[in-house]
């Protein structure tokens, strides 16, 4: 029973980081990437179907696969992540111009994203 309350629970929240990720695509303030990794993390204890459909996914399955073997990026990646985090905040920031306090924040929660992002190691 209890390994049966575990299962579904990895396979709810598995479904709720997918869910944030794809909702991440279209918003600036919500990374993708690591919504898809807990996703891929959660649904490889408690459903192989969904796992290996995210691994063979051509948008970011090769990525996924990366991470779960090395804990690595590309650079190109990284790069490409960069550019989006990039234009998206800047957009934002544009956006709210008559608001210097909201403009802040972006700015730092950019910076933080970036800070991180380029502190996972790159595959050789």
Same mark, same amino acid.
Do not use: Y
């Given at each position: 029973?209890?390994?049966?309350? %575990?299962?579904? !629970?990895?396979?709810?929240?598995?479904? /709720?980081?997918?869910?944030?990720? *794809?909702?991440?695509? !279209?918003?600036?303030?919500?990374?993708?990437?690591?919504?898809?990794?807990?996703?891929?993390?959660?649904?490889?204890?408690?459903?192989?179907?969904?796992?290996?459909? *995210?691994?063979?996914?051509?948008?970011?399955?090769?990525?996924? %696969? %990366?991470?779960?073997?090395?804990?690595?990026?590309?650079?190109?990646?990284?790069? %490409?992540?960069?550019?989006?985090?990039?234009?998206?905040?800047?957009?934002?920031?544009?956006?709210?111009?008559?608001?210097?306090?909201?403009?802040?924040?972006?700015?730092?929660?950019?910076?933080?994203? /970036?800070?991180?992002?380029?502190?996972?190691?790159?595959?050789?």
């Amino acid at each position: 029973m209890k390994h049966h309350l %575990r299962r579904w !629970f990895l396979l709810t929240m598995g479904g /709720l980081f997918f869910g944030l990720g *794809l909702v991440g695509v !279209f918003l600036p303030i919500l990374p993708t990437t690591p919504f898809m990794i807990l996703a891929a993390t959660c649904f490889a204890s408690s459903s192989p179907r969904f796992h290996q459909a *995210l691994l063979n996914n051509r948008w970011f399955g090769d990525d996924l %696969r %990366r991470w779960e073997a090395s804990r690595t990026m590309k650079k190109e990646t990284k790069k %490409r992540a960069t550019t989006v985090i990039l234009a998206t905040f800047s957009v934002s920031i544009a956006v709210l111009w008559l608001t210097p306090l909201l403009q802040m924040m972006l700015i730092i929660i950019a910076a933080v994203l /970036l800070f991180f992002l380029w502190k996972i190691p790159e595959c050789p």
